[in-house]
């Protein structure tokens, strides 16, 4: 198997089954990256199978033939650093990809916000905690049919302003006089981007729609279901202009940037799955966006 290796200073190494070779290309080998690889094999498959970091990896031919295919690899942010098989079958024809896995250090921030995002009043819990497995079953049930077919475009134009992966410490505001103020902490496993109320948000590429709805942490959030364990999450929205089931295309104004939910002022909160692991939607912009477009 041949590699050709397209992010600087990528580590990886290959186990190799005559005939077959992968392009891999990446930002990085890092948790909260997208690894894209493209197989090419030595003829024709009716179906190819990778597995990564325990899990399935879909694949989808890209050329008439099905013999070059491509599979979306997400290297999750609690993935360890060590070294990765990447397993490959297609038919008979079997082969490795080992990724080396390095660390990366996320930076951390404090946030105040309204006490009852912090610590949710015992009447929400039970809403909050069917939210969560509403969430849960999203991800783990997608398309199974490749529903996007352009290149993914910004959901809005305005630049991120918040790091990919960022340790939040929330700290509450409403609070008894004498008490502790009530802390949390989270993960921060999306970008957000400065954008004025208001402002238009576009569906990052096609697919249909999971979920729009007001979510409690997310406040008013739209899921859209690209189709191959692709999903991308749109939140704090001050309006959604989609239904659930409907099928939009990229580019197409789905709702507007606001502030609801845990926030501390309006911006857009844009998050993808890929396979499962949560990515940052820079890196897919970076490796999946319009030909030549330079990395956000």
């Known amino acids: 198997m041949g590699a050709r290796t397209l992010a600087a200073g990528l580590v990886l190494a290959l186990a190799a089954h005559a005939g077959v070779s992968v392009d ?14 493209t197989i090419t094999l030595p003829d024709p498959r009716a179906s190819l199978h990778v597995r990564a970091f325990d899990r399935d990896q879909p694949a989808f031919p890209i050329d008439e033939g099905a013999r070059v295919w491509r599979a979306l690899v997400g290297i999750d942010l609690d993935v360890a650093p060590g070294r990765y098989a990447v397993s490959i079958e297609a038919d008979g024809v ?84 004498g008490t502790p103020a009530p802390r949390s902490r989270s993960v921060h496993g999306g970008a957000d981007f400065l954008s004025p109320a208001g402002t238009p ?40 202009d989609v239904h659930e089931g409907d099928v939009v295309s990229a580019g197409q104004v789905v709702g507007r940037v606001g502030a609801t939910g845990r926030v501390t002022g309006p911006h857009l909160h844009w998050a993808v799955r890929a396979g499962g692991a949560r990515v940052d939607p820079l890196s897919v912009l970076a490796l999946l966006g319009p030909p030549g477009t330079p990395q956000p």
């Open 201 to 240: 948000v576009h569906a990052p590429n096609a697919g249909r729609v999971a979920i729009a709805r007001e979510l409690y942490f997310t406040g008013n959030t739209i899921v859209v279901d690209h189709g191959l364990g692709l999903f991308s999450m749109l939140a704090h929205l001050s309006a959604i």
């Open 24 to 37: 891999l290309r990446a930002r990085a080998i890092q948790p909260g990256e997208l690894v894209v690889l």
């Open 94 to 177: 079997q082969a490795t990809q080992l990724l080396t896995v390095r660390a990366k250090t996320f930076p951390s921030r404090s946030l105040t916000v309204d006490g009852a995002f912090v610590n949710p009043p015992a009447a929400m819990r039970e809403r909050v905690d069917a939210e969560a497995r509403q969430l849960a079953s999203t991800w783990a049930s997608p398309s199974r049919e490749r529903l996007w077919t352009e290149p993914f475009v910004r959901p809005v134009p305005q630049p991120a302003n918040s790091q990919f992966g960022t340790r939040s410490v929330y700290t509450g505001t409403s609070v008894t006089p």
